[in-house]
């Protein structure tokens, strides 16, 4: 069983549209982020949700709304996409082991998303 | 916020040689955390070393938290090492933040 499945692992779409891209973990933890990595291979984190409450929200255009129904998911929506947004979305996962700073984090695979 | 360097930034071998590559941190860090992209693109956990050293097989990592560097070795390279090696900590300052570096390329030729 994978630890943290994202949905879908590619995604071509037109500039405008707006799309969704899935997260679960089935680690039982308790604390999950969105990635973004670029073309040059940087990676750099969006958001992250800690039992479905929002504890990091960087420097992202609103275009982009995270949401956790639950906490073993996380979905990242995307209004009006753009060209720029076209990148690798990882999602990850960690368990709070009451030292935060000690968690260890879990990624999938990655959405290779496209913007045409 | 903390600065994290790796190098190098590429790294080219014969199958069967040996490499360390480098992490260089700005700041006092309560977490390290060491990846392995492969060329499919999936990040791998090898390490979570906030300080000491560790083994893995072919692999070992060691963390000078002190000095503010963490140091990967790789032994017996194979090509299957290929992929982009990453360094990622979070400062002591921010609980969750995980900061990448920029990433060493690894490329082991056959």
């Known amino acids: 069983d994978t630890a943290v499945s994202q949905t879908p692992k590619y995604l071509v779409t037109q500039m405008g549209n707006d799309k969704s891209i899935k997260c679960e973990q089935n680690?039982?933890?308790?604390?999950m982020y969105w990635y973004k990595q670029d073309s040059k291979k940087f990676l750099k984190i969006m958001f992250s949700y800690n039992n479905k409450e929002l504890i990091i929200n960087e420097t992202v255009p609103n275009r982009f709304s995270p949401k956790s129904p639950d906490k073993a998911h996380l979905n990242l929506h995307i209004n009006s996409l753009e060209l720029g947004d076209s990148a690798v979305y990882f999602c990850?996962?960690?368990?709070?082991?009451?030292?935060?700073?000690?968690?260890?984090?879990?990624f999938g695979a990655g959405t290779r998303l496209s913007v045409l | 916020g903390i600065q994290v360097e790796q190098s190098p930034p590429d790294l080219i071998l014969q199958e069967g040689a040996n490499s360390t590559l480098r992490c260089n941190f700005s700041d006092s860090v309560n977490n390290l955390q060491w990846f392995h992209q492969n060329p499919w693109g999936q990040l791998i956990n090898l390490f979570y070393?906030?300080?000491g050293t560790k083994q893995n097989g072919r692999l070992s990592a060691t963390t000078v938290a002190t000095e503010r560097y963490s140091l990967l070795y790789i032994s017996s390279s194979q090509t299957t090492d290929s992929g982009v090696y990453f360094c990622a900590v979070i400062g002591e300052d921010s609980s969750y933040k995980l900061i990448f570096g920029s990433g060493t390329r690894l490329l082991v030729r056959p």
């Open positions: 070393i906030p300080s």
């Open positions: 990850a996962s960690s368990q709070d082991r009451g030292q935060a700073a000690k968690n260890i984090q879990y």
């Open positions: 680690l039982g933890h308790d604390t």
